[in-house]
């Protein structure tokens, strides 16, 4: 069946710009996760849906970020006011306890 | 909440031989624990897991070993190959149900 797809791929932008990274998790998946990586680093947790419950934005690294989940499906995480440092791969991964994650979106702030 | 810490951040290899990586967790609630392999400029794949009611688990040349008592849990992997190179992460979820991840370790095999 079809996995975790993300959409840009890649996304160049210039400094002051808001985004949208767009994450269709696998149909029927309660949990979806975004993360952010940097080159060479870690996982960094961002924010969690779980169902019907609350989000836990607990990671996000500045009010510039948001992210919301339409209809426990489709999640958009948002960036306004880019900066040079939100340069990363941002992933999404979707589960029930199984997290499976998708291809990610390559942002590139110049 | 819940913390993951993971050992050793680097792991060199000679290709045939074993690897090893350990981690630990905080949460006594925490009742999963996937690993997961990501390759250079790849997505992380889940490669194995292991739920709270199991000691061990085994799957090909990867097994992982779990320890509620003293809170920590494995990876091994035998007759490592060059294509076994990659960053793996462990995690485990919180009493929330949310996963958190280790920081990573590196895995080289060389010929």
């Known amino acids: 069946g079809a996995g975790v797809s993300q959409s840009p791929s890649n996304k160049v932008t210039e400094k002051g710009k808001d985004v949208e990274l767009r994450c269709d998790p696998i149909s029927g998946h309660t949990a979806l996760y975004w993360y952010r990586q940097s080159l060479g680093q870690g996982l960094e947790f961002l924010i969690y849906?779980?169902?019907?419950?609350?989000?836990?934005k607990s990671g996000l690294p500045s009010d510039r970020f948001s992210a919301e989940r339409t209809g426990g499906s489709v999640s958009t995480l948002t960036i306004q006011r880019t900066q040079q440092e939100d340069s990363a791969v941002y992933l999404c991964?979707?589960?029930?306890?199984?997290?499976?994650f998708g291809p990610g979106t390559r942002l590139t702030v110049t | 909440g819940e913390n993951v810490e993971q050992h050793p951040s680097t792991l060199s290899v000679q290709e045939g031989d074993s690897a090893v990586i350990k981690c630990t967790y905080s949460d006594s609630a925490s009742n999963y624990f996937p690993w997961y392999k990501q390759e250079l400029g790849k997505r992380p794949q889940l490669i194995i897991d292991i739920r709270s009611n199991v000691g061990e688990k085994k799957d090909q040349r990867i097994a992982v070993t779990l320890n509620k008592t003293a809170k920590h849990f494995s990876l091994h992997i035998t007759e490592t190959q060059p294509e076994d190179s990659a960053v793996y992460f462990c995690?485990?979820?919180?009493?929330?149900?949310?996963?958190?991840f280790g920081a990573g370790t590196q895995v080289v095999v060389t010929p």
């Open positions: 995690a485990a979820t919180d009493s929330w149900g949310k996963l958190q």
């Open positions: 991964a979707s589960g029930v306890d199984e997290q499976y």
């Open positions: 849906f779980q169902g019907n419950s609350a989000p836990d």
